[in-house]
């Protein structure tokens, strides 16, 4: 009675067994096909240079513009209107100048 129970126990052990090494080598494929992919793919992913726009504007937290910079900077938000030119405006919470670093407009 007592060589059949650790025969039977023995055979469950090596079931679970058997059962958990199938999850462990389905899991080592899957994670070796996601490295490879994740590989594979950032050889293949273009990747800019340069990052070229026209402007930047940076608003606060009521999404009013703070900083404005370009070729030139946009005037939504400001209350000045200068003649265009290529600068960097850090605006005041009204939209009023508060520093201007750039060339001075010609008009």
């Known amino acids: 009675m007592m060589a059949e129970d650790n025969t039977t126990e023995l055979l469950n052990r090596i079931t679970r067994l058997e059962q958990q090494l199938k999850r462990q080598r389905r899991l080592g494929v899957l994670s070796g096909l996601l490295l490879a992919g994740a590989v594979v793919t950032s050889f293949v992913a273009d990747k800019p240079a340069f990052l070229r726009v026209r402007g930047i ?12 910079l370009g070729a030139p900077p946009e005037t939504a938000g400001r209350n000045r209107k200068d003649a265009a030119t290529a600068s960097l405006v850090v605006l005041g919470p009204q939209g009023q100048d508060r520093v201007i670093l750039g060339k001075h407009p010609t008009r």
Request: aromatic residues 0%; neutral net charge.
């Open 57 to 68: 504007t940076v608003v606060d937290a009521q999404d009013r513009p703070r900083i404005l």
